[in-house]
């Protein structure tokens, strides 16, 4: 080695650079944000005026039924439970249950998205390069990831909280509290997140996949222990008061003082109760003030304690993540790609290559299949732990009811599987289509091939769930078959849209599937794949529902009308058909035509 | 101005750089140049502060970049291969945030994008949204960004990928330039007559070891036979690291100074 001892420097040489105090970083960083903001937005407003109207009214009517619902729900609870007592208990036991599953979400999805922002992207490897303290680039980022991973809850759980209070006719300061409650709630799992990643990162940059995995399964064994725990060992008949009372208590670990998720719930119901013109409005409006005051103040020393662990960790965390060596595993050609390969002996080679190329993709990016997992393992999950109910309740119709519902979920995670995945598939296509788009292949057969991947990919997976659900709720062969086949034509259907409106609508300027799949196109698909499912549910449930009422289900048989339901049925199947192949074929039309027109 | 001192960072049991002691003197550019998967973009990410050596010490103005990282930090510029932008802001919000990020007040800013701008040719695009730009406007515009603040030190990873013959030009004049005003500039390139044009001083790294370090004429005295050129040097150089286990023991280390 002939590298020269290195010549001490008598630091430093060179007079400091003027450094920004914290307030005018803070201030500039701000103002970044505003710029970036009201740029976005007003490029939307001048370049995709219709697609923010449409994105807008989407929502709002989301926001609008989802406030019908629970609305209608909170009144439900109202009526029949009249006795103050219980119904308090009960609208405490809704909010803690939501609040706590809402921490644990939280936590999680900070965390993850945080990991991201903090360690993976580029414009912190930007930062780093300028003279910014490190708390101010942590701060940045833990706003954003806070802001990300809350708005889903901001979206669903507002009309919740506001219907609660249209329902039980809280004053005005209920709705102006519910504001900074939620946002100094969201905070504190935010922090914890962030609090965590950063330790893991700086202690266990190696093992933060193993932890995860841990995490995950740790998590699971502690939702079936919950799960298992409120429903063992029921001693009272189902629906019954007894069985309210003893579920509310079962309920009870979720209104543990120390949880955030509790300050908040009782603050928000004590804020309902708020007035001044009772003893007991006033106690209930200084007892709302306390909790929030305990809420905000706990989001404030959580906010200090993630900056000092950022100060202290994150920069050394940075480091020791990117000291990894990338794994460079040698990957061997797959038994199962080969299988795939004879098993679609009728397809053209190309296409065949085509699917193998993309199942390899899919397989291979983790994100993919494990997000599509979860969903599924949550779902057969639920499926199997719904026997009880087909003991307990012998109405055929409520089972039959149920089963179909149980099909409309599958279609329902089934369509955002297609938004998230493979409707973003022909615009990620664009950055490569210097391989397939120089290759001796018509562009219709790369559309053939991804509709194939998708559809046989999807309906495997979704006909065991769906004969699980059947199979635990003990439903008649011929809701089993109504549902198979309704299972095939939600597979084709969805494919068929998202691989269509994909090529239609496809996002070439994005490397990102789930930026791709956030945009106007990803939102239609999920829209028109939303009312697709609804339609084959309808078309399917009601005929087989009312046919098999008729039939006997629910006591006295009419023969008279028995005849005319099954041909009801069968019109029902048959038109769900025609439906399925509709929706396969249309949107594929529509994206051959422009994926052939397609320049990149 | 640069200072690496005795530095060895590794990835797992990978050693990407190992025990790198270099100078660059204010008013000096030097060239890194090796194969790819040497070390050099790894030596690069210490001196801006993305990771901090295994062992060792770096240090920018005297300023250690492991302690001391905002202040380091305030005497650079930076120029990345990929160069990363805000793709919804336009030229000029960008160039007014880095100035702002490096302590210059709104006069001062409007005055030094002023004449970066003019200095980069960029009025055509300057208020346009960055996603709107091609590599090579992009190029120009974090060139421009790097020079806001007059840093002391510049550090270039590929000073030339993506621009023009018109722009490429500009830049190596500048390098020259802001050189011979007492900046210390660090580039690293897989061109080989670019490091011969620009540099004053040239180093061969390879495996993470720096194998040789001077001007082209003393790493062609180096290896006691006349190359007629640089890239015939660089070729047997990194040729015998690859054969064998400590090359650099065979070759005589030269320092500009």
Redesign the interface.
Known sequence: MTTQPARKLPPPVVPPPRLLGAPEEARLFWRLRWRLASNIFRQAFQQARFRMSLVTLLTGLLWVGLFGLFAQGFHFLKTTIPESVTHDETARAVFSIFFVSLTVMLVLSTGIILYGGLFRSAEVRFLFSLPVRVERIFLHKFQEAVLFSSWGFLLLGTPMLVAYGVVEEGSWYYFAAIIPFTLSFVYIPGAIGAILVLLIVRWLPGDRRKLLWLAGGLLALTAAAVSWSIRRNIDNDLLTPAWFQEMLARLRFSETRLLPSWWLSSGLLEAVRAGWDTAEGRRALSESVMFLALTISNALFLHQLAIWAAAGLYRGGYSALHAERPSRKRLKPARFDSLVLRAAFFLTPAMRLLIVKDLRLFRRDPVQWLQFLIFFGLLALYFLNIRRLSYDVNYVSWVTMISFLNLAVVGLILSTFTTRFIFPMISLEGRRFWILGLLPVKRETILWGKFLFAAVGSVVPSTLLILLSDFMLRVSPLVVAVHVLACCVLCSGLSGIAVGLGAKMPNLRDDSPSRIAAGFGGTLNLVISTGYIAAVVLLTALPCHFYLAAAGGLGAPLDATTDRLWNWLLAGAAGSIVLGVVATLLPLRIGFKAFRDLEF | ?I????VT??????VAV??????VPEGQVFAFLGPNGAGKTTAI?ML?????P?SGHV?L????LSTD???A????G?V?D?P?L?D???GR?VLH??A????LDERAAVERVHREMAHFELDEFIDE?A?TYSHGMKQRLVFAAAML?DP?VLVIDEPLVGLDPRSARLVKNLLREKANRGAAILMSTHLLDVAEEIADRIGIIDRG?????GTLEELRQSLSQRHSSLEQLFLEVTAASGESA?P??A???H?SE
């Open positions: 101005m200072e690496f001192e005795n960072r590794t990835y797992g049991r990978k190992a025990g790198l002691s270099l100078v990410k801006v502060g993305l990771l901090r295994s240090r103005g005297g300023y250690d990282a905002r202040r930090c305030g005497l650079l930076y990345p990929v990363f805000y919804k802001l336009t919000e945030f880095i702002g990020m490096h302590g949204l996603e603040h002391a070891k720096l194998l040789c370090a400590a650099a023991e070759l005589e280390h320092r």
